[in-house]
């Protein structure tokens, strides 16, 4: 084969590939909380004590600084001056699919898809952070803080742990609130039975690998691209040998 060929083909490859290339950083960060208050209306398995663990995988290369947007909005809703973040970063776990989010309370569990508003930016009011699409992870002030917004299972069972929530005082001071859908109000968020707080001195981040998968235009430029190399080589003339 014609060596020009050969290099137009390893180029092309190349190019195609390129997507899949980029400096993602993956971590897994673990941390967890504790049902702290009983209120009315909660079931059984929910006691004081019960665990709450968090669970996500997320890119750090994806995070993006909201401190403007955040601050803005935060100022709007009556938040003291002092008690802004100074910093505000985030990173959307809806956005990226090899992102992933476990919460568990109890028996129940929550993935990133039982966000009450997965793959918008605004909370349960419209209410946006900059945060890009729910849920996401977050950074307040340079260090990690939790996890947006709210979530909802398809039993009826909610939990809310937003970082942002706790600056305008949580539920009562604290940072969990866990509720129940009522037959006359199907968002458990209206209806809190339990409270908790969560232990960010338990965090944990551990390093991830994962695997590159070629982008759908790195597929398409890949087949592209050998087309063209198998169209130059059919066009390439043939040597014919003449006996004379």
């Not at 946006?128 to 979530?151: C, M």
Request: charged share 15%; net charge negative; aromatic share 8%.
């Amino acid at each position: 084969m014609n060596l020009k060929i050969v290099a137009a083909i390893a180029a092309i490859a190349a190019a195609s590939f390129a997507p899949m290339r980029a400096a993602a950083q993956y971590v897994e960060v673990d941390y967890s909380g504790t049902v702290t208050n009983i209120l009315s209306g909660a079931p059984s398995w929910l006691t004081v004590g019960t665990p709450v663990s968090f669970d996500a995988v997320f890119n750090t290369a994806a995070l993006v600084d909201n401190t403007a947007t955040a601050d803005a909005i935060l100022s709007e809703f009556g938040l003291d001056p002092s008690q802004l973040p100074t910093s505000v970063t985030n990173a959307s776990l809806s956005d990226d699919p090899n992102a992933s989010l476990t919460i568990k309370v109890g028996p129940e569990t929550f993935s990133k898809f039982d966000e009450v508003q997965y793959g918008t930016t605004d909370g349960d009011t419209p209410v946006n952070l900059g945060i890009g699409n729910l849920p996401a992870v977050d950074y307040i002030n340079g260090s990690f803080a939790g996890l947006s917004d709210t979530f909802a299972a398809a039993n009826g069972v909610g939990i809310n742990a937003d970082p942002f929530n706790y600056l305008f005082g949580g539920f009562d001071g604290h940072q969990i609130g866990i509720g129940l859908a009522t037959p006359d109000d199907s968002d458990p968020l209206d209806n809190i039975v339990a409270e908790g707080d969560v232990n960010l001195s338990t965090v944990t981040f551990t390093p991830v690998t994962i695997s590159a998968a070629p982008e759908p235009t790195s597929w398409a430029l890949m087949i592209l691209g050998i087309g063209v190399s198998g169209w130059m080589l059919r066009r390439r003339p043939t040597g014919l040998c003449r006996m004379t």
